[in-house]
Protein backbone atom coordinates (compact mmCIF):
# COMPACT_ATOMS: atom_id res chain seq x y z
CA UNK A 1 0.00 0.00 0.00
CA UNK A 2 1.49 3.27 -0.79
CA UNK A 3 1.42 5.85 1.91
CA UNK A 4 2.10 8.70 -0.23
CA UNK A 5 -1.03 10.51 -0.73
CA UNK A 6 -4.19 10.44 1.80
CA UNK A 7 -7.79 11.33 1.63
CA UNK A 8 -9.08 14.57 2.84
CA UNK A 9 -9.49 13.08 6.75
CA UNK A 10 -12.73 14.58 7.01
CA UNK A 11 -13.62 13.98 10.93
CA UNK A 12 -15.93 11.22 10.89
CA UNK A 13 -17.37 11.87 14.75
CA UNK A 14 -19.81 14.25 13.40
CA UNK A 15 -23.16 15.44 14.65
CA UNK A 16 -26.98 14.90 13.80
CA UNK A 17 -28.60 17.58 11.70
CA UNK A 18 -30.32 20.22 13.49
CA UNK A 19 -33.21 19.03 11.98
CA UNK A 20 -32.47 14.95 12.37
CA UNK A 21 -33.79 13.86 15.55
CA UNK A 22 -31.44 10.74 16.10
CA UNK A 23 -30.14 11.27 19.93
CA UNK A 24 -26.43 10.67 19.43
CA UNK A 25 -24.08 9.84 16.79
CA UNK A 26 -20.91 7.83 17.28
CA UNK A 27 -18.04 9.04 16.41
CA UNK A 28 -14.42 9.21 16.93
CA UNK A 29 -11.46 11.86 15.56
CA UNK A 30 -10.94 15.73 16.98
CA UNK A 31 -12.87 13.49 19.60
CA UNK A 32 -14.25 15.49 22.59
CA UNK A 33 -13.08 13.23 25.76
CA UNK A 34 -16.36 13.15 27.13
CA UNK A 35 -17.83 11.75 24.34
CA UNK A 36 -15.86 8.57 23.14
CA UNK A 37 -19.03 7.42 21.27
CA UNK A 38 -17.97 3.34 20.17
CA UNK A 39 -18.44 2.83 16.71
CA UNK A 40 -21.59 0.34 16.80
CA UNK A 41 -20.09 -2.11 14.35
CA UNK A 42 -16.39 -2.09 14.39
CA UNK A 43 -16.27 -5.54 12.15
CA UNK A 44 -18.35 -4.24 9.37
CA UNK A 45 -16.48 -0.68 10.00
CA UNK A 46 -12.87 -2.23 9.65
CA UNK A 47 -14.04 -4.42 6.60
CA UNK A 48 -15.16 -1.43 4.62
CA UNK A 49 -11.68 0.51 5.06
CA UNK A 50 -9.34 -2.48 4.20
CA UNK A 51 -11.80 -2.50 1.12
CA UNK A 52 -11.49 1.29 0.25
CA UNK A 53 -8.13 1.21 1.29
CA UNK A 54 -7.21 -1.46 -0.92
CA UNK A 55 -8.62 0.84 -3.60
CA UNK A 56 -6.92 4.22 -3.20
CA UNK A 57 -4.61 6.39 -0.62
CA UNK A 58 -7.19 7.14 1.37
CA UNK A 59 -6.79 4.01 3.52
CA UNK A 60 -5.30 5.79 6.58
CA UNK A 61 -8.02 8.38 6.42
CA UNK A 62 -10.41 5.84 6.60
CA UNK A 63 -9.34 3.26 9.08
CA UNK A 64 -8.57 5.96 11.01
CA UNK A 65 -11.82 6.59 11.91
CA UNK A 66 -11.56 3.76 14.09
CA UNK A 67 -9.22 4.49 16.69
CA UNK A 68 -10.24 6.11 19.69
CA UNK A 69 -9.00 9.33 20.59
CA UNK A 70 -9.25 12.19 22.94
CA UNK A 71 -6.68 14.84 21.07
CA UNK A 72 -8.68 17.65 20.75
CA UNK A 73 -10.70 19.12 23.47
CA UNK A 74 -13.71 21.91 23.79
CA UNK A 75 -12.86 24.78 26.01
CA UNK A 76 -15.97 25.63 27.13
CA UNK A 77 -19.44 24.69 25.93
CA UNK A 78 -21.53 27.58 23.90
CA UNK A 79 -24.84 28.42 23.08
CA UNK A 80 -26.38 26.55 20.46
CA UNK A 81 -27.68 28.90 18.10
CA UNK A 82 -30.27 27.99 16.04
CA UNK A 83 -29.70 28.85 12.14
CA UNK A 84 -33.09 30.18 11.76
CA UNK A 85 -33.01 32.58 14.09
CA UNK A 86 -36.34 34.22 13.24
CA UNK A 87 -35.35 37.82 14.84
CA UNK A 88 -32.25 39.75 15.25
CA UNK A 89 -30.73 41.75 17.92
CA UNK A 90 -34.31 42.53 18.62
CA UNK A 91 -35.14 43.92 15.44
CA UNK A 92 -38.14 41.38 13.28
CA UNK A 93 -38.04 40.43 9.77
CA UNK A 94 -40.86 42.00 8.39
CA UNK A 95 -39.68 45.25 9.98
CA UNK A 96 -36.08 44.39 7.89
CA UNK A 97 -37.74 43.85 4.64
CA UNK A 98 -39.48 46.59 4.94
CA UNK A 99 -36.77 48.90 5.46
CA UNK A 100 -34.96 47.64 2.65
CA UNK A 101 -37.40 47.98 -0.13
CA UNK A 102 -37.07 51.83 1.12
CA UNK A 103 -33.74 52.75 -0.10
CA UNK A 104 -33.42 50.19 -3.02
CA UNK A 105 -34.57 52.47 -5.66
CA UNK A 106 -32.18 54.84 -5.04
CA UNK A 107 -29.18 52.52 -4.74
CA UNK A 108 -30.05 50.56 -8.17
CA UNK A 109 -29.96 54.34 -9.60
CA UNK A 110 -26.79 54.51 -8.67
CA UNK A 111 -25.40 50.89 -9.63
CA UNK A 112 -26.84 51.47 -12.83
CA UNK A 113 -24.08 54.32 -13.31
CA UNK A 114 -21.63 52.41 -11.39
CA UNK A 115 -21.29 48.60 -12.61
CA UNK A 116 -21.64 49.81 -16.13
CA UNK A 117 -18.81 47.06 -18.07
CA UNK A 118 -18.62 45.67 -14.90
CA UNK A 119 -19.19 41.48 -14.71
CA UNK A 120 -21.33 41.57 -11.76
CA UNK A 121 -25.24 41.23 -11.35
CA UNK A 122 -27.18 42.87 -9.08
CA UNK A 123 -30.30 42.20 -7.47
CA UNK A 124 -33.34 43.80 -8.15
CA UNK A 125 -34.00 45.10 -4.21
CA UNK A 126 -31.05 45.76 -1.83
CA UNK A 127 -30.48 46.67 1.61
CA UNK A 128 -30.93 49.71 2.81
CA UNK A 129 -29.57 51.94 5.59
CA UNK A 130 -31.02 51.98 9.37
CA UNK A 131 -34.50 53.56 9.25
CA UNK A 132 -37.55 54.49 11.24
CA UNK A 133 -40.90 52.70 10.68
CA UNK A 134 -44.35 54.49 10.86
CA UNK A 135 -44.58 53.76 14.55
CA UNK A 136 -40.82 55.46 15.33
CA UNK A 137 -38.95 51.72 15.83
CA UNK A 138 -36.14 51.40 14.86
CA UNK A 139 -35.00 48.83 12.04
CA UNK A 140 -32.08 46.82 10.67
CA UNK A 141 -31.40 46.76 7.28
CA UNK A 142 -30.35 43.51 5.70
CA UNK A 143 -27.09 42.50 6.02
CA UNK A 144 -24.85 41.74 3.13
CA UNK A 145 -22.75 38.90 3.09
CA UNK A 146 -20.15 38.04 0.65
CA UNK A 147 -19.48 34.10 0.33
CA UNK A 148 -16.71 32.84 -1.72
CA UNK A 149 -17.07 29.19 -3.81
CA UNK A 150 -21.06 29.89 -3.01
CA UNK A 151 -22.00 27.92 -6.10
CA UNK A 152 -21.61 24.59 -4.29
CA UNK A 153 -20.91 22.53 -1.26
CA UNK A 154 -20.69 24.77 1.95
CA UNK A 155 -21.01 27.65 0.37
CA UNK A 156 -24.21 27.33 -1.61
CA UNK A 157 -25.97 25.66 1.55
CA UNK A 158 -24.95 28.50 3.35
CA UNK A 159 -26.01 30.53 0.66
CA UNK A 160 -29.45 28.95 0.57
CA UNK A 161 -29.60 28.81 4.41
CA UNK A 162 -28.69 32.67 5.08
CA UNK A 163 -30.86 33.40 1.83
CA UNK A 164 -33.93 31.74 3.43
CA UNK A 165 -33.40 33.94 6.83
CA UNK A 166 -34.99 36.83 4.54
CA UNK A 167 -32.93 39.11 6.23
CA UNK A 168 -29.54 38.89 4.07
CA UNK A 169 -28.27 39.83 0.97
CA UNK A 170 -25.93 37.17 -0.56
CA UNK A 171 -23.08 37.90 -2.89
CA UNK A 172 -22.22 34.73 -4.39
CA UNK A 173 -18.48 35.28 -5.11
CA UNK A 174 -17.87 32.44 -7.90
CA UNK A 175 -14.95 31.85 -10.38
CA UNK A 176 -18.17 30.17 -13.00
CA UNK A 177 -20.74 33.20 -13.37
CA UNK A 178 -23.26 30.70 -14.64
CA UNK A 179 -22.91 27.93 -13.03
CA UNK A 180 -23.69 30.05 -9.49
CA UNK A 181 -27.11 31.12 -10.90
CA UNK A 182 -27.86 27.99 -12.12
CA UNK A 183 -27.46 26.59 -8.37
CA UNK A 184 -28.93 29.89 -7.19
CA UNK A 185 -32.16 28.76 -8.92
CA UNK A 186 -32.21 25.28 -7.97
CA UNK A 187 -31.58 25.67 -4.33
CA UNK A 188 -34.61 27.83 -4.98
CA UNK A 189 -32.94 30.75 -3.59
CA UNK A 190 -35.23 33.81 -3.82
CA UNK A 191 -34.19 36.53 -6.42
CA UNK A 192 -34.33 39.22 -3.81
CA UNK A 193 -31.44 37.10 -1.02
CA UNK A 194 -28.54 36.82 -3.35
CA UNK A 195 -26.96 37.97 -6.66
CA UNK A 196 -23.67 37.04 -7.70
CA UNK A 197 -20.28 38.59 -8.47
CA UNK A 198 -17.48 37.00 -10.10
CA UNK A 199 -14.60 36.14 -8.13
CA UNK A 200 -11.72 33.93 -9.16
CA UNK A 201 -9.46 33.96 -6.25
CA UNK A 202 -6.42 31.98 -8.56
CA UNK A 203 -6.27 35.59 -9.72
CA UNK A 204 -4.80 38.36 -7.77
CA UNK A 205 -6.42 40.38 -10.42
CA UNK A 206 -9.59 39.22 -10.34
CA UNK A 207 -9.42 39.32 -6.74
CA UNK A 208 -8.70 43.08 -6.52
CA UNK A 209 -11.17 43.71 -9.41
CA UNK A 210 -13.84 42.04 -7.18
CA UNK A 211 -13.07 44.40 -4.67
CA UNK A 212 -13.66 46.79 -7.24
CA UNK A 213 -16.99 45.67 -8.25
CA UNK A 214 -18.51 44.82 -4.93
CA UNK A 215 -17.09 48.91 -3.81
CA UNK A 216 -18.81 50.10 -6.68
CA UNK A 217 -21.90 48.40 -6.17
CA UNK A 218 -22.47 51.11 -3.54
CA UNK A 219 -23.55 47.88 -1.22
CA UNK A 220 -22.47 48.51 2.68
CA UNK A 221 -20.23 45.28 3.77
CA UNK A 222 -21.51 43.65 7.01
CA UNK A 223 -19.91 40.09 7.10
CA UNK A 224 -17.05 38.35 4.24
CA UNK A 225 -16.58 34.14 4.38
CA UNK A 226 -13.81 33.30 2.88
CA UNK A 227 -14.90 29.46 2.16
CA UNK A 228 -13.58 28.19 -1.18
CA UNK A 229 -11.26 25.94 -1.94
CA UNK A 230 -9.29 23.64 -3.92
CA UNK A 231 -8.18 19.96 -3.24
CA UNK A 232 -5.85 17.75 -5.33
CA UNK A 233 -4.93 14.76 -3.36
CA UNK A 234 -4.19 12.64 -6.54
CA UNK A 235 -2.19 15.16 -8.57
CA UNK A 236 0.99 14.19 -9.51
CA UNK A 237 2.51 17.72 -10.68
CA UNK A 238 1.30 20.86 -9.08
CA UNK A 239 -0.81 23.19 -10.99
CA UNK A 240 -0.70 27.24 -10.50
CA UNK A 241 -2.53 30.19 -10.36
CA UNK A 242 -1.90 32.55 -12.74
CA UNK A 243 0.41 34.34 -10.27
CA UNK A 244 2.43 31.54 -10.52
CA UNK A 245 1.83 30.23 -7.16
CA UNK A 246 0.89 26.10 -6.35
CA UNK A 247 -2.63 26.04 -6.45
CA UNK A 248 -4.14 24.94 -3.49
CA UNK A 249 -2.28 27.32 -0.92
CA UNK A 250 -2.76 30.13 -4.25
CA UNK A 251 -6.31 29.74 -4.03
CA UNK A 252 -7.08 28.42 -0.23
CA UNK A 253 -4.79 31.14 1.33
CA UNK A 254 -3.35 33.42 -1.03
CA UNK A 255 -6.14 34.49 -2.64
CA UNK A 256 -8.62 34.87 -0.05
CA UNK A 257 -5.84 36.94 1.97
CA UNK A 258 -5.65 39.30 -0.30
CA UNK A 259 -9.16 39.64 -0.37
CA UNK A 260 -9.38 39.94 3.26
CA UNK A 261 -7.38 42.39 3.46
CA UNK A 262 -8.67 44.36 0.34
CA UNK A 263 -12.60 44.09 1.92
CA UNK A 264 -11.64 44.87 6.16
CA UNK A 265 -11.90 48.73 4.58
CA UNK A 266 -15.66 48.05 3.91
CA UNK A 267 -16.26 45.72 6.88
CA UNK A 268 -14.84 48.13 9.07
CA UNK A 269 -17.10 51.40 7.32
CA UNK A 270 -20.17 49.07 8.37
CA UNK A 271 -22.64 50.72 10.67
CA UNK A 272 -23.81 46.87 11.38
CA UNK A 273 -24.15 45.96 14.59
CA UNK A 274 -21.86 42.85 14.03
CA UNK A 275 -19.38 42.45 11.19
CA UNK A 276 -17.85 39.59 10.79
CA UNK A 277 -14.51 37.77 8.71
CA UNK A 278 -15.25 34.00 8.90
CA UNK A 279 -12.51 32.03 6.98
CA UNK A 280 -13.17 28.21 6.84
CA UNK A 281 -10.88 26.02 8.56
CA UNK A 282 -10.81 21.90 8.53
CA UNK A 283 -9.73 19.50 11.44
CA UNK A 284 -6.75 18.16 8.87
CA UNK A 285 -4.61 21.05 9.21
CA UNK A 286 -4.83 20.01 12.75
CA UNK A 287 -2.38 17.53 14.20
CA UNK A 288 -3.57 17.61 17.83
CA UNK A 289 -6.62 15.36 16.45
CA UNK A 290 -6.31 12.22 15.01
CA UNK A 291 -8.02 13.37 11.59
CA UNK A 292 -4.63 15.66 11.53
CA UNK A 293 -2.38 13.09 12.53
CA UNK A 294 -3.02 10.81 8.56
CA UNK A 295 0.07 11.30 6.92
CA UNK A 296 0.87 13.33 4.94
CA UNK A 297 0.37 15.83 7.82
CA UNK A 298 0.28 19.84 7.28
CA UNK A 299 3.62 21.32 8.18
CA UNK A 300 4.58 24.39 7.31
CA UNK A 301 7.89 24.32 8.59
CA UNK A 302 10.14 27.65 8.57
CA UNK A 303 7.94 28.90 5.42
CA UNK A 304 10.67 28.74 3.54
CA UNK A 305 8.86 27.50 0.23
CA UNK A 306 6.60 30.30 0.67
CA UNK A 307 9.58 32.88 1.15
CA UNK A 308 10.52 31.21 -1.98
CA UNK A 309 7.31 31.83 -3.90
CA UNK A 310 5.49 28.65 -4.07
CA UNK A 311 6.45 28.70 -7.98
CA UNK A 312 8.68 25.66 -8.01
CA UNK A 313 11.08 27.67 -10.25
CA UNK A 314 14.30 27.67 -8.10
CA UNK A 315 11.82 27.31 -4.58
CA UNK A 316 9.78 24.65 -3.77
CA UNK A 317 5.69 24.42 -4.77
CA UNK A 318 5.18 23.41 -1.38
CA UNK A 319 5.02 25.79 1.93
CA UNK A 320 7.67 23.85 4.13
CA UNK A 321 9.97 23.54 0.85
CA UNK A 322 9.18 19.69 0.28
CA UNK A 323 8.13 17.73 -2.22
CA UNK A 324 5.10 18.41 -4.03
CA UNK A 325 2.06 16.54 -2.30
CA UNK A 326 -1.74 17.66 -3.36
CA UNK A 327 -3.24 16.52 -0.12
CA UNK A 328 -0.34 18.00 2.23
CA UNK A 329 -0.52 21.43 -0.23
CA UNK A 330 -4.46 21.38 0.80
CA UNK A 331 -3.91 20.81 4.72
CA UNK A 332 -1.22 23.11 4.59
CA UNK A 333 -3.15 25.89 3.20
CA UNK A 334 -6.34 25.29 6.14
CA UNK A 335 -3.37 26.12 8.78
CA UNK A 336 -2.98 29.50 6.96
CA UNK A 337 -6.65 29.71 7.16
CA UNK A 338 -6.58 29.24 10.66
CA UNK A 339 -3.12 30.90 11.16
CA UNK A 340 -4.40 34.19 9.41
CA UNK A 341 -7.92 34.14 11.08
CA UNK A 342 -6.51 34.33 14.78
CA UNK A 343 -3.64 36.69 13.12
CA UNK A 344 -6.47 39.55 11.56
CA UNK A 345 -7.89 38.97 15.21
CA UNK A 346 -4.80 40.26 16.86
CA UNK A 347 -4.10 42.91 14.60
CA UNK A 348 -7.88 44.17 14.10
CA UNK A 349 -9.87 43.19 16.38
CA UNK A 350 -9.97 45.95 19.04
CA UNK A 351 -9.04 48.69 17.07
CA UNK A 352 -12.29 47.55 14.76
CA UNK A 353 -14.19 45.60 16.37
CA UNK A 354 -14.85 43.49 13.84
CA UNK A 355 -15.04 39.53 14.62
CA UNK A 356 -12.81 37.11 13.02
CA UNK A 357 -13.54 33.60 13.00
CA UNK A 358 -12.67 30.18 11.71
CA UNK A 359 -14.91 26.66 11.93
CA UNK A 360 -14.78 23.08 10.81
CA UNK A 361 -18.15 22.60 9.58
CA UNK A 362 -18.13 18.63 9.66
CA UNK A 363 -17.11 16.04 7.42
CA UNK A 364 -19.40 16.69 4.07
CA UNK A 365 -18.79 13.44 2.15
CA UNK A 366 -20.61 14.69 -0.63
CA UNK A 367 -19.27 18.02 -1.73
CA UNK A 368 -17.10 18.39 -5.12
CA UNK A 369 -14.03 19.07 -2.67
CA UNK A 370 -13.63 15.35 -3.71
CA UNK A 371 -13.84 15.58 -7.50
CA UNK A 372 -10.56 15.01 -7.86
CA UNK A 373 -10.45 12.07 -6.21
CA UNK A 374 -10.51 8.51 -7.82
CA UNK A 375 -14.10 7.68 -8.98
CA UNK A 376 -14.36 4.35 -6.59
CA UNK A 377 -13.27 6.47 -3.43
CA UNK A 378 -16.40 9.45 -4.29
CA UNK A 379 -18.47 6.57 -4.41
CA UNK A 380 -17.89 4.64 -1.41
CA UNK A 381 -16.87 8.01 1.11
CA UNK A 382 -20.15 9.19 1.57
CA UNK A 383 -21.87 5.81 2.74
CA UNK A 384 -19.25 5.07 4.64
CA UNK A 385 -19.15 8.52 6.90
CA UNK A 386 -22.90 8.08 6.83
CA UNK A 387 -23.25 4.35 7.73
CA UNK A 388 -19.81 2.91 9.16
CA UNK A 389 -18.21 5.92 11.23
CA UNK A 390 -21.45 8.10 11.59
CA UNK A 391 -19.38 10.55 10.55
CA UNK A 392 -21.60 12.47 7.47
CA UNK A 393 -22.91 15.57 7.80
CA UNK A 394 -25.33 16.53 4.86
CA UNK A 395 -24.60 20.08 3.12
CA UNK A 396 -27.38 21.69 4.53
CA UNK A 397 -26.57 20.80 7.65
CA UNK A 398 -23.25 22.37 7.37
CA UNK A 399 -24.50 25.34 5.72
CA UNK A 400 -26.29 26.06 8.78
CA UNK A 401 -23.39 25.84 10.94
CA UNK A 402 -21.71 28.22 8.89
CA UNK A 403 -24.59 30.17 9.12
CA UNK A 404 -24.86 30.40 12.75
CA UNK A 405 -21.30 31.31 12.68
CA UNK A 406 -22.10 34.54 10.36
CA UNK A 407 -25.37 35.74 11.91
CA UNK A 408 -25.94 34.04 15.15
CA UNK A 409 -25.96 36.62 17.76
CA UNK A 410 -24.14 34.24 20.45
CA UNK A 411 -21.59 33.54 18.13
CA UNK A 412 -19.73 37.36 18.28
CA UNK A 413 -16.48 36.11 20.59
CA UNK A 414 -13.72 36.95 18.00
CA UNK A 415 -10.47 34.66 17.48
CA UNK A 416 -12.38 31.74 17.79
CA UNK A 417 -12.21 28.24 15.91
CA UNK A 418 -15.68 26.92 16.16
CA UNK A 419 -16.77 23.36 15.77
CA UNK A 420 -20.15 21.19 16.96
CA UNK A 421 -20.84 18.53 19.14
CA UNK A 422 -23.15 15.35 19.28
CA UNK A 423 -25.94 17.47 20.04
CA UNK A 424 -25.24 20.18 17.19
CA UNK A 425 -23.95 22.69 20.07
CA UNK A 426 -20.84 25.19 19.17
CA UNK A 427 -18.07 25.30 21.11
CA UNK A 428 -15.18 26.57 20.96
CA UNK A 429 -12.72 24.22 19.62
CA UNK A 430 -8.71 24.29 20.21
CA UNK A 431 -6.44 24.67 17.49
CA UNK A 432 -3.16 22.44 17.30
CA UNK A 433 0.21 23.99 18.53
CA UNK A 434 0.90 24.68 14.83
CA UNK A 435 -2.05 26.45 14.21
CA UNK A 436 -2.19 28.72 17.04
CA UNK A 437 1.33 29.91 16.77
CA UNK A 438 1.40 33.30 16.81
CA UNK A 439 5.08 33.93 15.42
CA UNK A 440 4.28 31.57 12.81
CA UNK A 441 0.99 33.73 11.70
CA UNK A 442 3.10 36.96 11.67
CA UNK A 443 5.61 35.34 9.73
CA UNK A 444 3.15 34.06 7.30
CA UNK A 445 1.06 37.61 6.67
CA UNK A 446 4.65 39.33 6.22
CA UNK A 447 5.18 36.77 3.37
CA UNK A 448 2.03 37.00 2.40
CA UNK A 449 1.70 40.53 1.97
CA UNK A 450 4.69 40.05 0.02
CA UNK A 451 3.33 37.38 -2.43
CA UNK A 452 0.31 39.41 -2.90
CA UNK A 453 1.58 42.92 -3.45
CA UNK A 454 0.67 44.43 -0.13
CA UNK A 455 4.05 44.97 0.90
N1 LIG B 1 -16.18 18.78 2.42
C1 LIG B 1 -15.68 18.62 3.64
O1 LIG B 1 -15.79 17.55 4.23
C2 LIG B 1 -15.00 19.76 4.33
C3 LIG B 1 -14.51 19.53 5.63
C4 LIG B 1 -13.86 20.58 6.28
C5 LIG B 1 -13.73 21.81 5.66
N2 LIG B 1 -14.20 21.98 4.40
C6 LIG B 1 -14.03 23.31 3.79
O2 LIG B 1 -15.27 23.76 3.30
C7 LIG B 1 -15.03 24.71 2.26
C8 LIG B 1 -15.93 24.42 1.07
O3 LIG B 1 -15.59 23.16 0.54
P1 LIG B 1 -16.69 22.19 -0.07
O4 LIG B 1 -16.53 20.89 0.63
O5 LIG B 1 -18.02 22.83 -0.09
O6 LIG B 1 -16.11 21.98 -1.55
P2 LIG B 1 -16.75 22.34 -2.98
O7 LIG B 1 -18.14 21.88 -3.09
O8 LIG B 1 -15.75 21.86 -3.97
O9 LIG B 1 -16.78 23.92 -2.99
C9 LIG B 1 -15.64 24.67 -3.26
C10 LIG B 1 -16.07 25.98 -3.87
O10 LIG B 1 -14.89 26.74 -4.12
C11 LIG B 1 -14.98 27.27 -5.42
N3 LIG B 1 -13.69 27.55 -6.01
C12 LIG B 1 -12.69 26.69 -6.30
N4 LIG B 1 -11.68 27.35 -6.89
C13 LIG B 1 -12.03 28.65 -6.94
C14 LIG B 1 -11.43 29.82 -7.45
N5 LIG B 1 -10.23 29.79 -8.07
N6 LIG B 1 -12.09 31.00 -7.34
C15 LIG B 1 -13.30 31.05 -6.76
N7 LIG B 1 -13.94 29.98 -6.27
C16 LIG B 1 -13.31 28.79 -6.38
C17 LIG B 1 -15.71 26.19 -6.20
O11 LIG B 1 -16.21 26.74 -7.42
P3 LIG B 1 -16.77 25.83 -8.63
O12 LIG B 1 -18.17 25.48 -8.24
O13 LIG B 1 -16.69 26.74 -9.79
O14 LIG B 1 -15.87 24.65 -8.71
C18 LIG B 1 -16.78 25.82 -5.21
O15 LIG B 1 -17.84 26.74 -5.25
C19 LIG B 1 -13.55 24.64 1.96
O16 LIG B 1 -12.91 25.73 2.59
C20 LIG B 1 -13.10 23.34 2.59
O17 LIG B 1 -11.75 23.37 2.97
C21 LIG B 1 -14.84 20.99 3.73
Known sequence: ???????????????????????????????????????????????????????????????????????????????????????????????????????????????????????????????????????????????????????????????????????????????????????????????????????????????????RNFRQSGLPLDVLVCNAAVYFPTAKEPTYTADGFEMSVGVNHLGHFLLARELLEDLKASDYPSRRLIIVGSITGNTNTLAGNIPPKANLGDLRGLAGGLNGLGSSTMIDGGEFDGAKAYKDSKVCNMLTMQEFHRRYHEETGVTFASLYPGCIATTGLFREHVALFRLLFPPFQKYITKGFVSEEEAGKRLAQVVSNPSLTKSGVYWSWNNNSASFENQLSEEASDPEKAQRLWQLSEKLVGLA
Open 1 to 211: MSHKKYGHGCNPKEEPSLADSAPSWPGFYHLIPSNPAPLQNPAAAAAAAATIGSMNSSTMALQASFLPSALSAHKEGKANGGAKDSAFLGVSLSESIKSDFSSSVLRSHKRNHLSAGIRAQTATTTPGVKSSSPEGKKTLRKGNVIVTGASSGLGLATAKALAEMGRWNVIMACRDFLKAEKAAKSAGMAKENYQVMHLDLASLDSVRQFA
